[in-house]
């Protein structure tokens, strides 16, 4: 049978790795719903997320068998123990949902531009869309209860400024005055310190119930990673007298039983890697103050080294899985079998 809807190579990719990232959620959305079970209002986001992210799962693997394509062995229910005890106190799975889909909100967006085919657009366009309600339905949720900080408020502009001096970059000279941060910079810093205080706590929770000792270790590089850069950020507010106050600490159990297979936890460490990097380039990006640009710029090339760590974690211990590859012309202009 012929294919007359052939997708490309980057729609092959995107999906590729759109059907491992879901897997694992959805992995993870099964054991924070059964631990939700007090709390009806959480339950009904996270199964509504479920929901979603399983109808487009199916739809992915429809595409992958008419194209006849194998399927990405992705995350299964051996990589998920529902019956662990809380690792997160309430609250945490809905922040965590919601710094989930801050990253799939980019992710679609990179997503859709690489798309030509309808079916696989329709998919993106879907998630897209699943993934906005459900993050204004998490802000809700967090803010009623006031686990989710507001970032600093400021007075509003009266007038138009335009920028008169290259001082205005200045941050480095050790005798001259810097100046306090705009409302971009502020906004950014807070981000900043809002989603590493929810991957310290991941971490936390990671680094007690991992399995092998040297994921174990890897976590607990990178809780100390997050906490780095919530003082370097920190530091840079309370230098123009911005305090900022996390209300969502706390939530990891004394639990040491994993509820998800160390894998799974490395690829979901691997998926905010990705996502703390973007976010540092465009707060290289959109910075003005050389000094907090070079601050932000460091923290990122921490980041990166400590993603590339675990990725070589992966390799070693056969976690990771393969993307598919174009053809080897060299290997099949010697003859070798393709």
Not at 161 to 176: A, D, I, L, N, T
Not at 240 to 259: E, H, I, R, Y
Request: proline share 3%; glycine share 6%; net charge neutral.
């Amino acid at each position: 049978m012929v294919n007359t809807n052939p997708i490309s190579s980057s729609e092959i990719g995107t999906l590729w790795v759109t059907y491992q990232e879901k897997t694992f959620i959805l992995r993870m959305l099964e054991y924070f719903i059964k631990k939700a079970e007090d709390d009806d209002e959480a339950r009904n986001i996270l199964g509504g997320l479920w929901q979603h992210l399983n109808y487009y799962v199916l739809e992915m693997e429809k595409i992958f068998k008419q194209q006849g394509m194998v399927y990405p062995v992705g995350y299964k229910k051996e990589d998920v123990n529902l019956e662990a005890p809380k690792l997160f106190d309430n609250g945490f799975d809905i922040m965590f949902v919601r710094i989930l889909k801050e990253v799939s909100m980019g992710l679609y967006t990179i997503n859709m531009n690489m798309a030509y085919n309808d079916d696989v657009a329709k998919i993106y366009k879907g998630l897209t869309n699943v993934t906005q309600d459900i993050y204004m339905l998490s802000t809700l949720y967090l803010l009623q209860r006031g686990i989710l900080t507001l970032p600093p408020k400021v007075t509003m502009p009266k007038t138009t400024e335009f920028v008169e001096s290259k001082r205005y970059m200045s941050g480095f000279k050790p005798f001259s005055e810097k100046r306090v941060l705009n409302a971009i910079e502020l906004g950014f810093l807070h981000h900043g310190i809002e989603s590493n205080n929810i991957g310290m706590q991941l971490m936390t929770g990671f680094a007690q119930c991992a399995k092998n000792e040297e994921v174990k270790k890897y976590f607990v590089k990178g809780k100390e990673l997050a906490k780095k850069q919530i003082k370097v950020l920190t530091d840079i507010l309370m230098e123009s007298d911005v305090q900022f106050s996390a209300t969502c600490g706390s939530t990891v159990t004394t639990s040491t039983v994993a509820p998800f297979s160390d894998k799974l936890m490395m690829a979901c460490v691997h998926f905010l890697n990705g996502f703390s990097l973007v976010g540092n380039s465009f707060g290289t990006v959109f910075t003005y103050r050389n000094d907090i640009s070079m601050k932000i710029a460091l923290l990122a090339k921490d980041v990166y080294f400590y993603g590339q760590e675990g990725i070589e974690i992966r390799i070693k211990h056969g976690w990771l899985e393969e993307p598919p590859q174009i053809e080897d012309r060299a290997a099949i202009i010697k003859g070798k079998t393709y």
